[in-house]
Structures are given as structure tokens and as C-alpha cells.
């Protein structure tokens, strides 16, 4: 019997941006929130199952517009999780990452240039999808 695959090619209409802080996730919020005009809300932590790995516990804050999302996560797991790899295991000198899901491109470049003005974050940048193994437990 001939077995065939399903081969599924996703549209990653997302953008991310990796932030380098000492601060808490609930401050970063609250600094995107006040400086970005957001209303970014704390959710339940987001659990990643990797293969042959205890599952992992992020945290994660989330808002919804009209015409997109705004999602902060942060990209080590939490000091009591028994997995330590990041969510994005090819930045782990980021602390945190930003999802942007707009239609319009210059979003992220207006947030990137905003992140750069705030004190407490020491870098910002965008993370080219090409290069993520890892893009695929982005997709909600």
C-alpha cells in the first residue's frame, strides 16, 4: 500500500521583534503599554512541547485589534520549569519577542523605532523568519 504525506506550506504573515532586557515581563508590558499606546494583557502561560522534552511554560501577554495582534513572549521558560531551551533557540541572548500580526509592513518598523527609545531595553531587532527552524510554533 502506497503511503502518502501531507505537506502543509504556512503564510507566516507575522513579524518578530527580539528585545534584550533585565526587566520582569509584567514591566516590559507595562513599558509597551504606556510608551507603544498598547494594551498588552498577562494570559496563561504558553506551553511548548518539544520532542522527547518536558514541556515548557512561557509567559506570554496578548492584544487584539481590529486589525491584528500584538503578542510578547518571553523567550526563556520560567526558573522552575524543568526545560531550559528557548522558544526561539536561535536567539537565546533575547529575552523577550514580540510578535506583530498586521497587514500593514511599516508597523514593525514604527515599533522597532520605538523600542530603540526606551531606556530600559538594551537591544531591539527584528528576526528574519528565513532563518527560524522554529517559526512553525508561531502559528496559533
Known sequence: ?????????YD?????IGIATTL?????????NNRLQLHLVRQPDLNVHNKGEHPAQYQYYL????????RLFRNKPE???AAK????????HFDF???IEMDAEDVGKQVLEQLKNIPSIELAAFIPLSSLKSKDDFIF
Open 85 to 92: 531551551w528557548a522558544l526561539v533557540q536561535e536567539h537565546t
Open 12 to 16: 507566516y504573515d507575522f513579524q518578530l
Open 24 to 32: 520582569k515581563g509584567y514591566r516590559l508590558a507595562w513599558e509597551l
Open 1 to 9: 500500500m502506497k503511503k502518502s504525506r501531507l505537506k502543509i506550506d
Open 97 to 99: 519577542i514580540l510578535m
Open 63 to 70: 492584544q487584539e485589534t481590529a486589525i491584528g495582534h500584538y
Open 79 to 81: 526558573e522552575n520549569d
